[in-house]
């Protein structure tokens, strides 16, 4: 039924979610160090300094689809981190304690690092289709 609405676009949605995902995450990092989108700036090296580089610079590389799998799986690691610091002490729900953005970040790129960059990427350009840096799961097929 699914194949019928999207008509085999399934590659072009994907391409799409990577790269909305990545730019999104970036603009987190931009606030964090520059003070820009409505956030504070603040110092480089601090553990929220950390994270706006891996938020800004992880969410560039996502989002052009350049060593996707690793670089994604670390974002999600960043996330699952911040989650259980930041938002677990609150509460136990998501919902209720501010955390479902880092939640749906967490198991967004920790998809994202299981499925590879997908064709629109430049890992697809640069290393092809058969060996572009997308790992095993790429190649696996799911009957």
Known sequence: ???????????????????????????????????????????LVSRVGFAGVVELFGGGLVAFG???????????GQMAFAYFLSHAPRGFWPIMNGGELAVLYCFLFLY??????????????????KDQVSGPAS?????
Do not use: E
């Open 66 to 76: 350049i060593f996707t799998p690793y670089v994604a799986f670390i974002m999600s």
């Open 1 to 43: 039924m699914v194949n019928l609405w999207f008509g085999g676009q399934f590659d072009r949605f994907y391409g799409a979610l990577r790269i909305v995902g990545g730019l999104l995450f970036a603009c987190h990092g931009a606030q964090k160090l520059f003070g820009v989108l409505g956030g504070d700036g603040v110092t």
């Open 112 to 129: 994202i690092a299981a499925k590879g960059a997908g064709p629109f990427s430049l890992d697809y350009v640069i290393w092809g289709a």
């Open 139 to 143: 190649t696996r097929k799911i009957s």
